[in-house]
C-alpha cells in the first residue's frame, strides 16, 4: 500500500495502484474507481482502489449481492426513476459487455448499466452515484485497447452512446458540428459529404467522437489534418458531482481563444477520469478537389522509414503515411483478398488540387526510387481507395487470423519523426529475440507506429514475453523524447510507465 493525501481532481494512475487514502474526520474523501472521482461524507475512512495485473485479472461477474442489498435497491430505485426501468439494467450479458473492451487486458463488471437520453439525466445520475458514494464509469462504443472502462471497483457504468444519438448542429459555413456521445465518426461524414465536408480523424475503428475526445485519439490522416486536440472546439461534460460546464463557454466554437485556462485540452484524454462528455464541437474541413492513394513496396523497413522522413522534411503535405511491416503485409493479403509483395510497404494517400497532387506524387516517387522502393501501384477511383485502406483498418483482425485462437497486446508508441527509424528497427529485433510474431503498422508521418503482438491465451509466458516487448518500446519511446502512447491512451495497459513518463512531480500535479 502507498499512504497518500488527494485532494481535488482525479489521478490516472490510482487505477493502476493499490492505495490506501487516510484522511482527518474533518475532510472528505475523493476516491476515484476507474471512472470518476467520488465524494465520500464518512469521516475517517480508508479508501482502497484495487490494483489490476493484465495478465490475471479476473472478469468480475454481476454482484447480485450489491443490488440485493436495500441500498443497491434504493440506488436503482432512485436511478429508474430518472431514467425509466427500461433504461437500467443488471443483466450478466449487460455488465460483461460494459467491463470488457477490444484489447487484452481482461476487464471487471459495473455493478449496473444506465442508458441515459439526455445531458440532464446524466447530471442527475452523477448526482446520486455522488450521495451514494459510488463508482461512475463513462462508456462510449467500447473500442478501446487498454482497459480504460474496467469497473475496477464495480459501480454504475453510464452508457452515453445508446440513447443520446443525435448530430446536434452543423455549422457548413464556420466547417464545425455538435455531436452527442452516440455519433461515430462514420455517422457524421454520412452527414456532412452532401455539402462537401468531412471529418478527417480516423482512428480505424468507427469510433464515437466523444470516445475519441476522451482517449486524445488520433489515426491516419493526424499527419496532415491533426489530432483530437487539434480538431475539438468545445465540450459539453457532466462533472462527478452532477455539475454541467462547457470546457470553451456555452454555444462557443471559435478557432481560436485566449480566455481563462484551456479547459477543453484539459478534458482530452483524460480518460473519464474528470467528466463525462455529453457532446463535442469538432471541426470540419473541405473535401478535397483530388484524391490519389499509392502502394509502395521496400526491401527493408529502414528503407520505408527513411522514405517518410525524407518526404517530409522535402515538407511535401501528405494526407497519409502508412507503413505496415512483412509480417503485416501477408496478414492483409490473406485476409483481405489482396496480392502485394510481402515486404515492408507505405500506403500512401494525396489531397489537393489535380496540379497539386501530381506535384506531390513526383517528388515522393523520386524519394521512394533513391530508397529502393518499388514501383507505385494506384489507387484512384473511390472503390480502389475504399478496398485499399479498408484492408489497412482491418490490419488488427487480419492480425488474429494469422494464429486462431491467440489474442493481441496491441501497443503503440510516438516518437520525433528523426527517432522514428532507430526505434522501428529495435523494436522488430526485439520481437524477433523474443520468437514472437508482431505483426508492425504505423501512421509513420507524424511519428506514431503500433505492434500487435501475439499470444496465446492459455500461455502466460509468452504473454509475460509480449509485455516486455511492449514495455521496453514504451521506454525506448520515451528515452528518445517521445511518449508512451500516442493515441490509443493510458487506461490499464500503461499505469507505470505514465509516471515513468512525466515523473513523480508532473503525476502529483495530475492528483491535485
Known amino acids: 500500500s502507498q499512504t497518500t493525501k488527494m485532494r481535488g481532481l482525479p489521478q490516472l494512475l490510482s487505477r493502476a495502484k493499490r492505495v490506501r487514502v487516510g484522511f482527518s474526520a474533518s475532510e472528505p474523501v475523493l476516491a476515484i474507481q476507474a471512472g ?25 461477474a454481476p454482484l447480485a449481492a450489491v443490488a440485493d442489498t436495500d441500498s443497491g435497491k434504493q440506488l436503482r430505485q432512485e436511478l429508474e426513476s430518472i431514467v425509466g426501468p427500461g433504461n437500467v439494467s443488471s443483466g450478466e450479458s449487460v455488465v460483461l459487455q460494459h467491463g470488457q473492451d477490444e484489447g487484452p487486458h481482461q476487464g471487471k463488471s459495473p455493478d449496473i448499466v444506465v442508458f441515459p437520453s439526455s445531458t440532464e439525466e446524466v447530471s442527475e445520475i452523477c448526482k446520486i452515484c455522488t450521495k451514494h458514494n459510488i463508482p461512475i464509469i463513462p462508456y462510449g462504443t467500447g473500442t478501446g485497447l487498454e482497459g480504460g472502462i474496467s469497473a475496477v471497483d464495480g459501480g454504475v457504468c453510464v452508457n452515453v452512446s445508446k440513447n443520446m444519438n443525435k448530430i446536434l448542429q452543423i455549422h457548413q459555413e464556420d466547417f464545425s458540428a455538435v455531436v452527442q456521445p452516440g455519433i461515430s465518426r462514420e455517422m457524421l461524414n454520412q452527414e456532412v459529404r452532401a455539402d462537401g465536408l468531412w471529418f478527417p480523424v480516423d482512428p480505424g475503428a468507427d469510433a464515437s467522437v466523444c470516445g475519441m475526445c476522451a482517449t486524445g485519439a488520433s489515426g491516419t490522416n493526424a499527419v496532415r489534418y491533426g489530432t483530437m486536440k487539434e480538431n475539438c472546439l468545445n465540450l459539453e461534460v457532466v462533472l462527478a458531482d452532477g455539475r454541467i460546464i462547457h470546457t470553451a463557454g456555452i454555444g462557443s466554437r471559435p478557432k481560436k481563444s485566449s480566455a ?3 479547459l477543453t485540452s484539459l478534458f482530452l484524454g483524460s480518460e473519464g477520469t474528470l467528466g463525462i462528455i455529453t457532446s463535442a464541437t469538432v471541426c470540419l474541413h473541405a473535401i478535397p478537389e483530388s ?10 523497413v529502414q528503407n520505408a522509414v527513411d522514405t517518410v522522413v525524407m518526404t517530409l522534411q522535402c515538407s511535401v503535405p501528405m494526407a497519409r503515411m502508412e507503413l505496415l511491416d512483412e509480417v503485416q503485409m501477408k496478414a492483409c493479403n ?25 506535384s506531390q506524387t513526383e517528388t515522393v516517387r523520386d524519394i521512394a526510387a533513391d530508397n529502393d522502393g518499388g514501383e507505385f501501384q494506384w489507387a484512384v ?3 480502389d481507395r475504399t478496398k485499399l485502406w479498408t484492408a489497412r483498418h482491418r490490419a488488427y483482425y487480419a492480425d488474429i487470423a494469422l494464429r486462431p485462437g491467440c489474442r493481441s497486446l496491441t501497443t503503440d508508441v510516438c516518437v520525433p519523426v528523426s527517432a522514428l527509424p532507430d526505434l522501428v528497427t529495435a523494436t522488430k529485433a526485439d520481437i524477433a529475440e523474443h520468437g514472437l510474431v508482431g505483426p508492425m503498422v504505423g501512421h509513420v508521418g507524424d511519428g506514431n507506429f503500433h505492434t500487435m503482438l501475439l499470444f496465446d491465451p492459455a500461455d502466460p509466458e509468452e504473454f509475460r514475453k509480449c509485455k516486455e516487448v511492449a514495455n521496453k518500446m514504451a521506454r525506448s519511446a520515451i528515452a528518445l523524447g517521445g511518449t ?3 493515441e490509443h491512451g493510458v487506461g490499464q ?9 512525466f515523473g513523480k512531480d508532473g503525476i502529483d500535479v495530475m492528483r491535485q
Open 36 to 60: 470518476i472521482l467520488q465524494p465520500d461524507k464518512f469521516t475517517q475512512t480508508f479508501v482502497q482502489i484495487r490494483g489490476l495485473q493484465s495478465s490475471n485479472v479476473i472478469s468480475q
Open 260 to 262: 481563462g485556462y484551456n
Open 291 to 300: 484524391v490519389a492513394a499509392a502502394v509502395v513496396g521496400f526491401p527493408t
Open 334 to 358: 490473406e485476409y483481405s483478398g489482396l496480392s502485394y509483395p510481402e515486404t515492408p510497404h507505405l500506403f500512401l494517400e494525396f489531397h489537393g488540387s489535380e496540379s497539386e497532387v501530381e
Open 381 to 383: 477511383q473511390q472503390e
Open 484 to 486: 508512451c502512447t500516442g
Open 493 to 501: 495497459g500503461k499505469m507505470a510507465l505514465l509516471e515513468e513518463q
